[in-house]
Nanobody, 124 residues
Framework: QVQLVESGGGLVQAGGSLRLSCAAS????????MGWFRQAPGKERDFVAA????????YYADSVKGRFTISRDNAKNTLYLQMNSLKPEDTAVYYC?????????????????WGQGTQVTVSS
């Protein structure tokens, strides 16, 4: 089992940057595929990015390709999401998620563990 805690959210102007972190506790963090999702008010939880257990494979939603970068440091049990060129439509609560698997999931229902979320607000 793994516990996840996100941090790094905040208020930023359009065009700005933020880096989200997701600290994981529990054993075998390196064995988990990890993902970032986001949920705006009144909307479903959408896929943002995902990364394989060793970090060799990454996946992105079309809406964030070229602007966001997912990475992980297994020695620190931490997942990151670097967000550049932020837009008002990126405003949402961002969640990290984990699943012990080699195949990287890109849909929310496939993940087993979730953090509590961190708010990102992008002003125009």
């Amino acid at each position: 089992q793994v516990q996840l805690v996100e941090s790094g959210g905040g208020l930023v102007q359009a065009g700005g940057s933020l880096r989200l972190s997701c600290a994981a506790s529990g054993r075998a963090f390196g064995a988990y595929a990890m993902g970032w999702f986001r949920q705006a008010p009144g909307k479903e939880r959408d896929f943002v990015a995902a990364i394989s257990w060793i970090g060799g494979s990454t996946y992105y939603a079309d809406s964030v390709k070229g602007r966001f970068t997912i990475s992980r440091d297994n020695a620190k049990n931490t997942l990151y999401l670097q967000m550049n060129s932020l837009k008002p439509e990126d405003t949402a609560v961002y969640y990290c998620a984990a699943k012990r698997t080699i195949v990287v999931p890109t849909t929310a229902y496939e993940y087993d563990y979730w953090g509590q979320g961190t708010q990102v607000t992008v002003s125009s």
